[in-house]
């Protein structure tokens, strides 16, 4: 499997250039995970190594398939020397680890809750994942393998976390968008949510 997380590095040094920094997390029983950092006129990108080594199993099927299932990798863009984000490595690592642990399909509209702010004084505590193929091409690999994605994170306060349960995550997107938020700023506050999607 060590090739494939060749062909996603090589992608994403495409996509992002040479990462600044890199860091590994090792969970016991899981493959190890590696974040690497990019930085990009002002904004700081953190992208999950390692996820994608195995494809995600469904947690009902009897066996997992060692091939076929979804691949993924887990990519947060923030401003730039507004906090210190650096110590979201951890926390990202653990939502990489996930599937494994867990057994969780990670994939687009999903909430990922880390039970803490994501860095010191963050007044986020959970991610939305975000559609992929803008910021980082899908990655095809040979058949029967499922191609690589590549999830934007979409940090959301404890609010916005519990209204998205409500609404669902395209009308948080859309309210988001609405309200001209910048996503990538890890000092916001929430977005008003008195209001109700059409």
């Known amino acids: 499997m060590s090739d494939v997380l060749e062909l996603v590095e090589a992608r994403l040094r495409?996509?992002?250039?040479?990462?600044?920094a890199r860091a590994a997390v090792t969970f016991l029983g899981t493959d190890r995970i590696e974040v690497l950092r990019f930085v990009d006129n002002g904004v700081v990108r953190y992208a999950t190594l390692g996820m994608s080594a195995q494809p995600m199993a469904d947690p009902a099927a009897v066996?997992?398939?060692?091939?076929?299932?979804?691949?993924?990798?887990?990519?947060?863009?923030?401003?730039?020397?507004?906090?210190?984000t650096d110590k979201v490595l951890r926390p990202l690592a653990v939502l990489a680890a996930s599937p494994q642990v867990e057994g969780v399909v990670v994939a687009p509209g999903a909430s990922l809750d880390v039970g803490e702010p994501l860095w010191p004084g963050a007044p986020f505590t959970s991610v939305l994942v975000g559609e992929p193929g803008g910021l980082v091409e899908d990655l095809e690999l040979d058949a029967p393998m499922d191609p690589v994605r590549f999830l934007p994170l979409l940090p959301m306060t404890p609010n916005e976390a519990a209204w998205?349960?409500?609404?669902g995550a395209q009308a948080l997107q859309e309210l988001w968008l609405a309200n001209g938020t910048d996503l990538r700023d890890p000092a916001r506050t929430a977005v008003p949510l008195d209001v109700t999607p059409e």
């Open 164 to 167: 998205k349960r409500v609404h």
């Open 14 to 20: 495409t996509s992002l250039g040479e990462p600044d």
């Open 63 to 84: 066996l997992a398939d060692p091939l076929k299932g979804p691949r993924a990798e887990l990519v947060l863009s923030v401003r730039a020397g507004r906090a210190d």
